[in-house]
C-alpha cells in the first residue's frame, strides 16, 4: 500500500489549499445528482505455492512453505461513495491511462448513470487525468464524460485524505492478507468482499473539517506579520 501519512516538513500554500478544498468536498451534504466518490488504486503482487500448504489440524492452524513462486501483479482500483455506503472495485492486470480511463467510464455508464455529475476525489498521479480519456476513446466519447466529471485533487503527500486509500486498506486486511496466485480469483474474491460491504451499507463519516485543519494543522499554513 501506498504510504500517504507524511506532511509537508514547513508552510506549504500548495498543500493547503488542495486539503481546504477536498474537505469543503467532504461536507457537501449529499445528492444523488452530482455523488461524491473517492478513488484510489493499488498493486498485488500474485503469489504461488511451491508446496500444498498443510491444512489445520485441532489446536493448529494452517501452514504454508516459506517457498513460494512470483506470479506477476494485479492492479485493483476502487471507488467508494462515502455518503451512500457504496464500494466499486475492478481487478486488471495494469494500471495505465487507459486502464484508469476505462474503469472511470464503467463507473459514469454503469454504476452512476443518471448522476448529473460524479465529484471524483484523487490523488493527482500521472494517469488521473482527462487526457488519459483521450487517450482511451474516440474525441466525442472522452468529451461526453470528461463533461460528467468534477475532479479534485488531494495534495502532495495528503493521500490520507482520499478515503478509498482507507478502505484498500480495510480490502487488504480482510481479503488480501493472504497468497493469491490468480488474477481471476483474486477478482472473484474481492466481488465477493465487495458485495458483502455494500449489503452492509457500510458508510463513512469523515469528521475532520477544515476549521479542525486550522488548528491542528496550523504549521503548515504560511504565517502573515502584524
Not at 457537501?28 to 511451491?50: F, H, N, T
Not at 491511462?97 to 472511470?104: E, K, L, M, N, P
Request: with cysteine; proline share 6%; aromatic share 8%.
Amino acid at each position: 500500500m501506498k504510504k500517504g501519512w507524511c506532511l509537508p516538513e514547513g508552510p506549504s500554500a500548495e498543500f493547503v489549499a488542495a486539503m481546504e478544498d477536498v474537505l469543503e468536498v467532504y461536507h457537501r451534504p449529499y445528492d444523488v445528482a452530482r455523488p461524491v466518490v473517492c478513488m484510489d488504486e493499488c498493486s498485488k503482487q500474485l503469489i504461488g505455492e511451491v508446496r500444498a500448504p498443510w491444512p489445520p489440524k485441532p489446536g493448529q492452524v494452517a501452514k504454508e512453505d516459506s517457498e513460494y513462486e512470483r506470479r506477476g501483479t494485479a492492479n485493483v482500483f476502487m471507488a467508494v461513495e462515502p455518503l451512500a455506503g457504496q464500494r466499486t472495485t475492478q481487478v486488471t492486470e495494469r494500471r495505465t491511462r487507459i486502464d484508469w480511463a476505462c474503469f472511470v467510464q464503467m463507473l459514469l455508464m454503469t454504476v452512476y448513470p443518471l448522476a448529473e455529475k460524479v465529484v471524483l476525489v484523487m490523488d493527482n498521479l500521472n494517469t488521473h487525468g482527462i487526457a488519459s480519456l483521450y487517450e482511451a476513446f474516440a474525441p466525442d466519447v472522452a468529451r461526453a464524460l470528461a463533461a460528467r466529471l468534477e475532479i479534485h485533487y488531494t495534495p502532495k503527500h495528503g493521500s490520507w485524505l482520499n478515503m478509498a486509500e482507507t478502505e484498500l486498506s480495510v480490502l487488504s486486511r480482510q481479503c488480501m492478507d493472504r497468497r493469491i496466485d490468480d488474477r481471476d480469483l483474486m477478482a472473484r474474491e474481492i466481488a465477493a468482499w465487495q458485495a458483502n460491504r455494500n449489503a452492509n451499507h457500510s458508510r463513512i463519516s469523515w469528521q475532520f473539517t477544515t476549521a479542525d485543519a486550522r488548528i491542528k494543522l496550523k504549521r503548515l499554513y504560511p504565517s502573515f506579520g502584524a
